[in-house]
């Protein structure tokens, strides 16, 4: 799709919310799990000094339902990865900072913002969030070797954020919470697993009747993932 990059926060967001509406269910339901017992919600995300539009799902899942759940998304949506996180895991051992804005004012803008000004308070910063109402997620993620993709320990980590939030707009934010955390990525390279196998073989592989029932469901998200490109142009030469 030639022209996605082309594309706005926007027209990203309403994309978003068809997938949440037509495709998120379909996949809630094949993991053998009730759409109404899980809140999902289109939020701004960043990765990498980047804001786009992106899925947030939260409930009251064990870590076995989680990861196959990440694992369903990230097979059917083609995700490198992933993130699933407990933020009242006190045995956790990734660092994290969520900072509150003030009511109703936590928007693509104001999100991506902050984000820039934290990495500008620290270098290491702006490597992801999430967002949850108005509430702006850090998550301190380490790598399999234990070491945080920041670059940053934990406690240079939250006393970045801190700083940031101090000095940033009139009233300044407040940290909400900050701690440890459980945060896992849960992923699938495409370059080399074109497939999908690292996702298959955590849900109970190719020939497995979640993978089949995911296989289904991909093709919807197929069409609509045509029929959206059509619709904006995204497909079309530049």
Same mark, same amino acid.
């Given at each position: 799709?030639?022209?996605?990059?082309?594309?706005? *926060? !926007?027209?990203?967001?309403?994309?978003?919310?068809?997938?949440?509406?037509?495709?998120?269910?379909?996949?809630?339901?094949?993991?053998?799990?009730?759409?109404?017992?899980?809140?999902?919600?289109?939020?701004?995300?960043?990765?990498?000094?980047?804001?786009?539009?992106?899925?947030?799902?939260?409930? !009251?899942?064990?870590?076995?339902?989680?990861?196959?759940?990440?694992?369903?998304?990230?097979?059917?949506?083609?995700? *490198?990865?992933?993130?699933?996180?407990?933020?009242? !895991?006190?045995?956790?051992?990734?660092?994290?900072?969520?900072?509150?804005?003030?009511?109703?004012?936590?928007?693509?803008?104001?999100?991506?913002?902050?984000?820039?000004?934290?990495?500008?308070?620290?270098?290491?910063?702006?490597?992801? *969030?999430?967002?949850?109402?108005?509430?702006?997620?850090?998550?301190?993620?380490?790598?399999?070797?234990?070491?945080?993709?920041?670059?940053?320990?934990?406690?240079?980590?939250?006393?970045?954020?801190?700083?940031?939030?101090?000095?940033?707009?009139?009233?300044?934010?407040?940290?909400?919470?900050?701690?440890?955390?459980?945060?896992?990525?849960?992923?699938?390279?495409?370059?080399?697993?074109?497939?999908?196998?690292?996702?298959?073989?955590?849900?109970?592989?190719?020939?497995?009747?979640?993978?089949?029932?995911?296989?289904?469901?991909?093709?919807?998200?197929?069409?609509?993932?045509?029929?959206?490109?059509?619709?904006?142009?995204?497909?079309?030469?530049?």
């Amino acid at each position: 799709m030639p022209r996605l990059s082309q594309a706005s *926060y !926007d027209d990203r967001a309403a994309f978003s919310a068809e997938v949440l509406k037509e495709i998120v269910p379909k996949i809630i339901t094949a993991n053998g799990i009730d759409p109404a017992t899980l809140e999902t919600e289109v939020t701004p995300g960043g990765y990498l000094l980047k804001t786009n539009a992106s899925l947030q799902t939260e409930g !009251d899942l064990d870590d076995t339902a989680a990861d196959r759940l990440a694992g369903s998304l990230g097979y059917v949506f083609r995700q *490198y990865s992933v993130l699933a996180s407990r933020l009242n !895991d006190t045995t956790g051992k990734t660092g994290f900072v969520v900072v509150r804005f003030h009511q109703d004012s936590l928007n693509a803008t104001v999100a991506q913002k902050f984000f820039e000004a934290a990495d500008a308070t620290e270098k290491g910063l702006g490597g992801g *969030y999430t967002v949850f109402g108005d509430e702006q997620i850090f998550l301190n993620v380490t790598n399999s070797e234990g070491k945080p993709y920041s670059g940053l320990d934990d406690a240079t980590f939250q006393d970045g954020l801190k700083r940031a939030a101090a000095s940033f707009g009139d009233p300044a934010l407040e940290v909400s919470s900050s701690g440890k955390a459980t945060a896992r990525f849960i992923g699938n390279d495409w370059e080399t697993s074109k497939r999908g196998e690292d996702y298959q073989t955590l849900l109970g592989g190719p020939d497995g009747e979640l993978v089949k029932k995911l296989d289904e469901i991909s093709r919807d998200y197929a069409s609509l993932v045509a029929k959206t490109a059509e619709s904006k142009g995204w497909n079309r030469d530049e």
